[in-house]
């Protein structure tokens, strides 16, 4: 990071010294730009036989969670148009 | 805290955006030859929010997660300070230990503590509890040296890398923004092999 300018990304104010809020959302914040997993992933070196493994489970999974929140989400769905309306 | 938490953002686009805003707005080249820091420029920033001691510039209290980026003018001042004028906490939790050293904003070292020199041992080290002692003595000593807000930079995930934090509070140091600083390689080199357990 020598070559960025500094205090520009990954930094977060702290709001009325509640250094507790200020954690939690720099956490997220690079929670979902992947960087936490990716530095305890790079702890240990991944074989690349693994790496190709991990990414087949993580992608069938998200195919799987994805397509499980659709179905979720059309059942719990109540306030449709009524479909005999007018008949 | 609600309307915090709606608040989605990605620190590349947040890079990104701030860049191109900046650069509209200021017409000059913020960046040096190697993308040095540019440290004595104005600031501005389009929300703001204003420390108790610092003087109130709007009625309405705005706040925003984003940092004073360097080249905008900013209302913004902790202790009669700019955001760039502060001081520095390094702060790198390794899995083994947590080392904190204070500089101020023109590289010279001033406080340097870890939880070795607390006086723990070994395993003890590498602890939260370690690292909170380790932030306020830090802060003992920075407040001994006539140091009050700060800005922190964290390397590293360890254990101590949050009550290092809350230690430099608790001592009576007042942390203005946290920075995450951690190495990551773009697939540079090789680490060690995986563990099997």
């Keep these: ?87 | 805290m609600f309307k915090f938490n709606c608040v989605l953002f990605n620190s590349a686009s947040i890079v990104c955006r701030q860049f191109v805003a900046s650069l509209n707005g200021n017409g000059t080249s913020l960046v040096g030859s190697r993308g040095t820091p540019l440290q004595r420029t104005l600031f501005s920033s389009a929300v703001r929010h204003q420390e108790a001691e610092a003087s109130e510039t709007k009625s309405g209290k705005e706040f925003s997660f984003y940092p004073p980026m360097p080249g905008q003018d900013s209302a913004l001042s902790w202790g009669g300070k700019k955001f760039d004028e502060l001081p520095i906490v390094h702060i790198k939790a390794t899995y083994n230990n947590t080392h904190i050293q204070l500089i101020d904003s023109t590289g010279q070292p001033m406080v340097r503590t870890s939880c070795g020199t607390e006086g723990f041992k070994n395993i003890k080290k590498s602890t939260p509890i370690a690292s909170q002692t380790a932030g306020i003595s830090a802060a003992a000593k920075a407040t001994a040296k006539g140091v009050t807000f700060v800005r922190v930079v964290v390397k590293g995930l360890g254990p101590g890398r949050l009550s290092a934090i809350k230690g430099l509070a608790m001592g009576g140091l007042e942390v203005v923004s946290i920075t995450d600083n951690t190495p990551v390689p773009h697939n540079g080199c090789r680490p060690r092999k995986a563990r099997r357990m």
């Design chain 1, 1 to 87: 990071m020598s070559r960025h300018l500094r205090f520009i990304a990954r930094t977060v104010m702290v709001p009325d010294g509640n250094i507790d809020a200020a954690y939690k959302a720099l956490n997220r914040v690079l929670t979902q730009d992947g960087i936490i997993d990716t530095v305890k992933r790079k702890r240990y070196y991944e074989k690349p036989c693994r790496e190709r493994q991990r990414k087949n489970f993580e992608r069938c999974r998200r195919i799987y969670h994805s397509e499980m929140a659709r179905k979720l989400a059309f059942i719990s769905k109540t306030d449709r148009e009524d479909p005999w309306l007018g008949c």
